[in-house]
Structures are given as C-alpha cells and as structure tokens.
C-alpha cells in the first residue's frame, strides 16, 4: 500500500506520518526533503534558468558552501507564475525520479508519501489513497505562529496560497480521504487506524 499524506500548513500531516510510521510499520519519505536534494541534484540547470534575474537583483543564489539558497530562489519566483513553473519544470521530474527510486528501494513495505502538492507530479498514480489532513485556520494560525515563528502576515499568505489544495488533489485522486485533526495524537491515530483498514479492504 502507498499512501500519500497531505494538508495545509500545520494541519498536522507530519504528526499523521509519524503515526503511520511508528504506530502502522509504514515507511515514510518527506518530499520537501526530495525537493531539497532535487534542487541540489539541479543546480547547474537552476543557476543557468534563474543567474542573470538573480544578479539583477542582486540575490546570492550559492550559500557559502556552494548549495543552492533554496530562499533565494523562493524570493526570485515567489508569486510569479511563469518563473514558479520553470523552476518546477525542472525541480519536479528529478523529484519524481527520487520518489520512484524510494518505492523501488522499499518493495513489498507499506509507504507514506508525506508531500504538499504531489498532485503535480505523476508519482501521484503509485498512490492506493490520499489522507488529507485538516484543520481550522485559527487553530492552524496558532499551531504555525508557535512552531515558525514567522509574522502573522506571513502565515496568512501561505494559508491563501493553499486555499484550493483539497479540491486539487480532489480533482485528480482516485481515493481521498479528509481527516479532521482537531484532537490530540491518540485521538488522530484512531482515525488513520480506520482510513487504513477501509484502504487495505479496498485494494
């Protein structure tokens, strides 16, 4: 069974992966961490893409250890469209050959892809079901100022930015299911302890 855990900001999906992991015996992989090495494993394509608009505005794109500023890059392509889709053009296809890379390592286990926004790359299709974790804003408002320590302000724009992650998964996912975490992790753990028993019946 491969299982893709998703939600918005601090809804809860790490704490859901956790639980699968040390409650379920699955095998987690965390995308944002994919990405990471993904970005790196791009780097001469991004600074070839992005090198001359960052000089423009005079933004590093190499930390001083030569690795790519992933927050650079998020100040140069952030609200642009255009330049957020050649970035994924060419961060996506090595992201899904490392996803691919994983399941093969990990034949025959049960896996979690803890992912924001797999619905953009085909590794989505590897997927028995998606688990979409959810949470009121004020409570996720919350749960982010104490975690990030980032501004209000900040937070809220991600929040927008993430207003219609269900429907796109909604759109694409053969099998979702939304879980509300609300509660505390025990509370959690009996809910995914369903949404598993009915996907495992399923397939």
């Not at 992966?17 to 095998?27: H, N």
């Not at 965390?30 to 990471?36: E, S, T």
Request: charged residues 30%.
């Amino acid at each position: 069974m491969i299982l893709c855990v998703t939600g918005p900001m601090a809804a809860g999906k790490n704490v859901a992966s956790d639980i699968l992991t040390k409650d379920f015996a699955f095998v987690s992989v965390d995308c944002d961490l994919l990405v990471h090495q993904a970005i790196e494993n791009s780097k001469d394509k991004i600074l070839s893409t992005f090198g001359s608009l960052a000089k423009e505005k005079g933004i590093e794109l190499l930390n001083t250890d030569g690795k790519i500023n992933r927050r650079a890059i998020g100040k140069i392509i952030f609200g642009k469209r255009e330049l957020i889709a050649k970035q994924e053009s060419i961060v996506f296809p090595e992201t899904e050959r490392l996803i691919e890379e994983f399941i093969e390592s990990n034949k025959g286990k049960d896996i979690v892809i803890n992912a924001t926004v797999l619905y953009k790359i085909k590794a989505i299709n590897f997927c028995s079901s998606v688990i979409y974790i959810d949470c009121f804003a004020p409570l996720r408002l919350y749960r982010a100022y104490k975690r990030d320590k980032m501004s209000v302000a900040q937070i809220l724009k991600r929040f927008h930015s993430q207003k219609t992650l269900f429907l796109e998964y909604k759109k694409i996912a053969a099998d979702i299911n939304r879980v509300w975490n609300f509660g505390s992790r025990k509370r959690l753990r009996r809910k995914l302890e369903l949404v598993v028993k009915r996907v495992r019946q399923r397939i």
